[in-house]
C-alpha cells in the first residue's frame, strides 16, 4: 500500500481535496465517505454508483484498510464482546469493547497505545505509553465492531465512549478528527449526546475541548476524595489538583448544558468511608453534576492489596451520596468476565 492515500486516515474536507486532486470533483468524496464508513467497504470495485475509471483511479491512488480482528471474546452473560484489533504495523493489538443494554450498543473505544498517566489501578499503566492510535485505527475499531453486530444482524454502535486504552484527549487531533466522521450524517451519524470521553484530568486539554464548542458528554476521573489519595492513585494530580478539577466541571457544565460525571473507583476501606462521602459532598455539593460509582476491577499484576466492596457495600456508599445531595450510580460491570471492564482493556504484541 506503500505510496497510496490512506482514504480513512482523511476527514471530509481531506477526501474533498483528495478527489479534485485526482481530477474529480469535490462531490464524489461524501460517497466514498458512505461506502467507508456506512456500508463499511474496503474494495473500490464494489462501489456501485461511481464511474469505473473512478474507480480504477481510485484503486491507484489509495486505500482502504480494515483493522482485521484477531480475537473476539463474547461475555457469557451476552451483556459485552471484547475485540482484539491488530493493527496495521502488525506488531500490536489493541482491544476495544462492545457494551450490551437493552436497544443500546456502546463501543468503548481506545485512542492510544498503552497511556502515560501511570494510574496504580489500571492495566494500561503497566505498559507504559508507546503511540498515539492513528484516525483510521480509532474509527476502525468502530468499523470492526459494527462489522460484527452486521453479521449478527444486529443493530449497530448507537454511543461511543472514548474510555478504552489511553487518555482520547490526550491524542487530540486524531480525537476531534475522528469525532468530525463519527458525527457526520453521511458516516455514522452519532449525535453529540451519545457519544462521551473520558479524561484523567489533563486540563489544558480540556480547555482546547472546549474550544471546539462540541457538546458531547465528559467524564472525569476523579477515584479519591482529596490531593494527597488522588496523587497517590493518579499521578497527574499533582499537576491538576481537585479544586481545579471541579472548577472545569463547571465550566464546562456552563458552557455545554451538560451535566459532567465524576468517574469515583470504589476500593474497600479507601475510597468507600464516610470520610469520603463527606468530602465529596462539600466538592461536589450544589453542582448539577453525577457520581459514577465503579468498583475496582481485578487487574493482573496491578497492587494486590486493592480490594473490591461488596454489592452491598457499594449501594451502602451510593445511598451515603444520595443523603448528602449527590446524584450517585454504581456502573455495572459489564464484561469482568472477559476482562473488559473498566481499567482492563489492553494492548498486546503479537
Ligand atoms: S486510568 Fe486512564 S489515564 Fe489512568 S493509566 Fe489508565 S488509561 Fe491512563
Not at 32 to 51: A, C, G, H, T, V
Not at 223 to 237: D, G
Not at 311 to 317: L, S
Request: proline residues 3%; hydrophobic residues 40%; aromatic residues 8%.
Amino acid at each position: 500500500m506503500d505510496g497510496l492515500k490512506r482514504l480513512k486516515n482523511l476527514t471530509l474536507p481531506e477526501l474533498e481535496s483528495f478527489a479534485v486532486s485526482i481530477g474529480e470533483q469535490k462531490f464524489r468524496a461524501k460517497q466514498i465517505f458512505k461506502w467507508i464508513y456506512q456500508k463499511r467497504l474496503s474494495d473500490f470495485s464494489e462501489m456501485s454508483n461511481m464511474p469505473k475509471n473512478l474507480r480504477a483511479a481510485l484503486s491507484e491512488n489509495a486505500s482502504i484498510s480494515k483493522l482485521e480482528p484477531r480475537r473476539i471474546i463474547e461475555s457469557s452473560h451476552n451483556d459485552a464482546v471484547k475485540f482484539g484489533f491488530l493493527l496495521d504495523d502488525s506488531k500490536h493489538i489493541v482491544e476495544s469493547v462492545l457494551l450490551i443494554d437493552g436497544d443500546r450498543r456502546t463501543a468503548c473505544v481506545s485512542s492510544q497505545l498503552g497511556c502515560g498517566l501511570g494510574c496504580t489501578f489500571c492495566e494500561k499503566a503497566i505498559i507504559g505509553f508507546i503511540r498515539h492510535l492513528t484516525l483510521e485505527e480509532i474509527i476502525g475499531q468502530l468499523i470492526g465492531i459494527n462489522d460484527y453486530l452486521f453479521a449478527k444482524g444486529d443493530r449497530l454502535v448507537t454511543n461511543i465512549v472514548f474510555m478504552g486504552m489511553g487518555e482520547a484527549l490526550s491524542n487530540f487531533d486524531n480525537f476531534i478528527n475522528a469525532l468530525s466522521i463519527i458525527m457526520h450524517e453521511d458516516a455514522f451519524n452519532i449525535g453529540a449526546r451519545r457519544i462521551t470521553v473520558s479524561t484523567a484530568g489533563v486540563i489544558p486539554s480540556i480547555e482546547r475541548l472546549m474550544r471546539e464548542d462540541l457538546t458531547i458528554g465528559l467524564a472525569i476521573s476523579l477515584n479519591a476524595w482529596n490531593n494527597e489519595l488522588r496523587s497517590e492513585m493518579m499521578p497527574v494530580n499533582k499537576k491538576y489538583p481537585i479544586e481545579r478539577l471541579v472548577d472545569i466541571a463547571k465550566r464546562y457544565h456552563n458552557q455545554t448544558g451538560r451535566r459532567v460525571t465524576f468517574e469515583y473507583v470504589l476500593i474497600k476501606g479507601v475510597t468507600d468511608t464516610d470520610e469520603a462521602a463527606n468530602a465529596l459532598q462539600k466538592l461536589l455539593g450544589g453542582f448539577p453534576c453525577k457520581v459514577n460509582l465503579i468498583p475496582v476491577n481485578p487487574v493482573s499484576n496491578v497492587n494486590n492489596s486493592v480490594q473490591s466492596p461488596s454489592d452491598r457495600q457499594t449501594e451502602e456508599f451510593s445511598y451515603k451520596l444520595h443523603d448528602r445531595n449527590l446524584a450517585a450510580t454504581v456502573r455495572k460491570s459489564r464484561g469482568q468476565d472477559i476482562m473488559g471492564a473498566c481499567g482492563q482493556l489492553t494492548m498486546y504484541y503479537i
